[in-house]
Structure formats: C-alpha cells, structure tokens
C-alpha cells in the first residue's frame, strides 16, 4: 500500500490498499452559475444523515443562517451580494461542502483510523471511532471538518457513503432542482465542467472558472470541485490551497538527523566524563 502526500495520484483508492476492480472514482461537480440558493442541499443533508439542526442564527450575512461547513453544516449555502454595473445588485450563490481531497491531510493525522478511504475515493469519518484529538481540525486546508461541541467528536461530509454503497445518489444531489450539484465519475465530470466554461465564455462570461479540479494543484486535485463566477476569495475558499503534511517526509528527516546529532552530543559529552 502506498502513502504518497502530494502530487498527481490517478488512484487514490487503491493507494490507499483497495484491491483492483474497485468502483471508480465519484464526486462533485457544483456549478454555481445556476445555484438558486433554495439550501434544498442543506435540508436533504441534515435529513438523511441526521446532522443536528444549526439553529436559526441571524449573521447579518444576507440570508445565510449558516455561516460556514462544520460539525452540524455538511453542506453550506453561500449568498454573496456585489454592487452590480447598473447600480443593482448581483447575487453569487454556492453550495459548498468537503472537498473529499486526493491528498487528505485529515487522514493523514488521524490517530485512530477513523478518517479512512472509501473505495469510491472518497474521505469519510467513522464517529464511533473518533477519539475527539482534534488533529484533523487544523490538517484541512479548507477548514471543513469540525468537532461537535456536545462530545468532542469530529465530523463532515461522507458524500453519502451509505447511499453510494446502494448505488443511489447522494441525498444533496438527489434534491437539487436546478442541477447545480452534479454527481458522478470524477473524470466524466472535469470534462463536463471544462464545456460548461467554455459555453459561459463564449456567452459573454469571461469570469467564469474551475476550482479544485486540477491534479496537479495543492491537494492532488478535489473530489468535489466548483465552477466559480469570480474570484475563490468570494467565495470564501483559499486561493492556492495546500495539504499541510506534503513536508511531512522532509521534516520527519531532519527531525532525525537532528536527534542523532543530539545523541551524538550526549555521547561524546558523557565519554568525556568517563
């Protein structure tokens, strides 16, 4: 079984030790150029996996209630008011959720086994298993996954792992009207998403633009990746995104090297008293 942390990585289930003739990889493709902001995505999260409630907060955020992924937010609905050209308003809507990563930084940090890889490609946290350390908080470039407040325990998206396994689709995709979220091969995808920019660029949207769907990116590419309409500041998502143990190797090195130098120190030091 590999363990390789960055760089291209054509199959990340098998890396991760599924045999050969596994599923291939799945994930999402969100447009957000005809996101409604209806959170029918939200709903249907929360019903089928049983996420708690988030609360009906007033932010001060346009309509967003929710603010931002977490323990209880699986998938978030983004509403981003801009000063239009014609002195009116222009609504940028996203639905945003875990990025599923080819290199996942929350797995690679997990103690216990609890993050693990699917054999769709997928990252998934088994909360039964969960210690609550909190490593994997901190590893996710994206700022995904979250610690419940009630037990300690983290938790994200699974894109549905159960209903994948039943071969159904996610419950997200399932209740979007407007196909913004679309499911499938990721490969089938990227091709998908790279003809939506090109029709949005010969229709006069030269803004348009993919984000997450590079393999040669920060994170090995994203298994749920997004057509934005502007900038991925925005939408609040990092512009050049990193998965923080790709130097895990190197410092691992040079942490050794400088223990046998220590060690080295010690002993010369203590022949000396001898």
């Given at each position: ?10 199959d ?7 045999p ?10 969100t ?24 609360g009906?907060?007033?932010l ?10 977490g ?9 981003i008011e ?15 959720v ?42 996710c470039p ?8 009630e ?67 920060g ?13 991925p500041?925005?939408?609040?998502l ?5 998965v923080?143990?790709?130097d ?8 050794a ?18």
């Amino acid at each position: 079984m590999g363990n390789r942390l960055s760089g291209p990585l054509p199959d990340p289930a098998g890396d991760a030790g599924h045999p050969a003739g596994h599923p291939e990889r799945v994930g999402f493709f969100t447009d957000t150029s005809v996101c409604i902001g209806c959170k029918a995505c939200e709903v249907a999260c929360k019903q089928w996996n049983s996420v708690p409630e988030d609360g009906i907060n007033l932010l001060a955020m346009s309509y967003d209630n929710t603010g931002a992924l977490g323990a209880n937010t699986w998938r978030h609905v983004a509403f981003i008011e801009q000063p239009a050209p014609d002195a009116g308003v222009r609504w940028l809507m996203s639905s945003d959720v875990c990025k599923h990563c080819t290199h996942a930084a929350c797995l690679d940090v997990c103690p216990t086994g609890s993050l693990f890889r699917t054999e769709f490609g997928t990252v998934v946290v088994q909360d039964d298993i969960c210690n609550g350390c909190g490593y994997c908080v901190p590893a996710c470039p994206y700022g995904v996954i979250e610690r419940r407040e009630e037990d300690g325990r983290a938790f994200k998206c699974t894109l549905c792992y159960d209903r994948l396994r039943g071969d159904q689709l996610p419950a997200c995709a399932q209740a979007c009207p407007t196909e913004s979220i679309q499911f499938g091969p990721l490969e089938e995808l990227r091709a998908r998403a790279a003809a939506r920019v090109d029709a949005l660029h010969a229709a006069g949207q030269p803004q348009a633009r993919l984000y997450g769907h590079d393999p040669d990116d920060g994170v090995g590419g994203d298994g749920a990746f997004f057509l934005l309409m502007d900038e991925p500041e925005v939408y609040g998502l990092p512009p050049d995104p990193v998965v923080t143990t790709r130097d895990l190797p190197s410092m691992w090195k040079h942490a050794a090297a400088a223990a046998a130098a220590v060690v080295g120190v010690l002993a010369v030091a203590f022949g000396r008293r001898s």
